[in-house]
T-cell receptor, first 115, second 115 residues
Framework: AQSVTQPDIHITVSEGASLELRCNYS??????LFWYVQSPGQGLQLLLK??????LVQGIKGFEAEFKRSQSSFNLRKPSVHWSDAAEYFC?????????????FGTGTRLLVSP | DAGVIQSPRHEVTEMGQEVTLRCKPI?????LFWYRQTMMRGLELLIY????????DSGMPEDRFSAKMPNASFSTLKIQPSEPRDSAVYFC?????????????FGPGTRLTVL
């Protein structure tokens, strides 16, 4: 079945440490790939997206993500986490054959940052 | 830019009452989306409009839900009658294009509680 999987429900990292959030998708053709962040009580903000070209994508707030076709993955990374990065992170896809922007979200990963 | 505007931010109502959620998309955007976020089901697309026309409403849970977009700057999502299981955060998003890779910009959401 077509799906987006974020295997980690919660992740805790120390401030200043590196971060990697995992995302795997299961679609026949490579979909369009997105990472959104949701701070408490807020809407979703786009961090970055991939639809073609260079498989390493740079986003806002120092985040980057790497698309790996062989692993059907689009993991989000940040070299040094700040306390303000504590939030929920959603991986999302738009299947490339839907004809419109139907975002399908993963279940999210809640990031906690310890001092 | 004011971003996507939603009102009210919080709504508490009793079962059986009518609820109307409102959304003002970003000026110039021609696509509008309504999403619902719950603990059990995560983020799911309810309905998608393009140029004020509903394109896909397959996510609307049942006939108690209806959505309209009378013009390019306003949309409503109505629940009548409301039930406790409708309690959720409802997000509106807009986009300036129709391609799968186009970014959707989310509003802050309306937290609905049905008692």
């Amino acid at each position: 079945a077509q799906s987006v999987t974020q295997p980690d429900i919660h992740i805790t990292v120390s401030e200043g440490a590196s971060l990697e959030l995992r995302c795997n998708y299961s679609y026949g053709a490579t979909p369009y790939l997105f990472w959104y962040v949701q701070s408490p009580g807020q809407g979703l903000q786009l961090l970055l997206k991939y639809f073609s070209g260079d498989t390493l994508v740079q986003g806002i707030k120092g985040f980057e993500a790497e698309f790996k076709r062989s692993q059907s993955s689009f993991n989000l990374r940040k070299p040094s986490v700040h306390w303000s990065d504590a939030a929920e992170y959603f991986c999302a896809v738009v299947p490339s054959n839907t004809g419109f922007q139907k975002l399908v979200f993963g279940t999210g990963t809640r990031l906690l940052v310890s001092p | 830019d004011a971003g996507v505007i939603q009102s009210p931010r919080h709504e508490v109502t009793e079962m059986g009452q009518e609820v109307t959620l409102r959304c003002k998309p970003i000026s110039g955007h021609n696509s509008l989306f309504w999403y619902r976020q719950t603990m059990m089901r995560g983020l799911e697309l309810l309905i998608y409009f393009n140029n004020n026309v509903p394109i896909d409403d397959s996510g609307m849970p049942e006939d108690r839900f209806s959505a309209k977009m009378p013009n390019a700057s306003f949309s409503t999502l109505k629940i009548q009658p409301s039930e406790p299981r409708d309690s959720a955060v409802y997000f509106c998003a807009s986009s300036g294009g129709v391609r799968g890779a186009d970014t959707q910009y989310f509003g802050p959401g309306t937290r609905l509680t049905v008692l």
